[in-house]
């Protein structure tokens, strides 16, 4: 698939709502991490904004996602492939980064939210994060 049409097939992608999340796994800063509907495999990356990933498949306490878009690299277009795995394991959890062609995998130790109705810091997030603007 040529770089033409990978952009068209992110572009068009849909923005679903992150209201339906089971949780959140992220870092401590409150704020960088991912909301993960398990039902559907529904997956975002929060932060700054809130990005929409391809959906993440389960295989026992982990989930993973490769995302592959253009990004825009000064006056230039690049192609960003980033495979994510999201290990929620009780006590354990981690999120493990690999971006091909810069470098291995990069894990970081995480946390968990599943309080994503009322109250807790995935609810917080499902709230407040605006959807990155393309």
Same mark, same amino acid.
């Given at each position: 698939?040529?770089?033409?049409?990978?952009?068209?097939?992110?572009?068009?992608?849909?923005?679903?709502?992150?209201?339906?999340?089971?949780?959140? +796994?992220?870092? %401590?800063?409150?704020?960088?991490?991912?909301?993960? !509907?398990?039902?559907?495999?529904?997956?975002?990356?929060?932060?700054?904004?809130?990005?929409?990933?391809?959906?993440?498949?389960?295989?026992?306490? %982990?989930?993973? %996602?490769?995302? =592959?878009?253009?990004?825009?690299?000064?006056?230039?277009?690049?192609?960003?492939?980033?495979?994510? +795995?999201? !290990?929620?394991?009780?006590?354990?959890?981690? =999120?493990?980064?690999?971006?091909?062609?810069?470098?291995?995998?990069?894990?970081?130790?995480?946390?968990?939210?599943?309080?994503? %109705?009322?109250?807790?810091?995935?609810?917080?997030? =499902?709230?407040?994060?605006?959807?990155?603007?393309?």
């Amino acid at each position: 698939m040529g770089l033409t049409a990978i952009a068209g097939a992110l572009s068009g992608t849909a923005y679903a709502g992150p209201e339906q999340s089971d949780v959140w +796994v992220g870092l %401590s800063d409150d704020v960088s991490g991912f909301l993960l !509907d398990e039902d559907t495999g529904d997956l975002w990356m929060t932060g700054p904004c809130l990005k929409s990933l391809e959906p993440a498949q389960q295989s026992g306490s %982990s989930w993973s %996602s490769r995302t =592959i878009e253009l990004v825009s690299i000064g006056r230039g277009y690049t192609q960003l492939d980033q495979h994510f +795995v999201l !290990d929620l394991s009780e006590g354990a959890a981690q =999120i493990v980064v690999t971006s091909a062609g810069r470098g291995g995998a990069q894990a970081f130790p995480a946390r968990t939210d599943r309080d994503c %109705s009322a109250g807790g810091l995935c609810a917080r997030l =499902i709230q407040t994060q605006q959807a990155c603007q393309d």
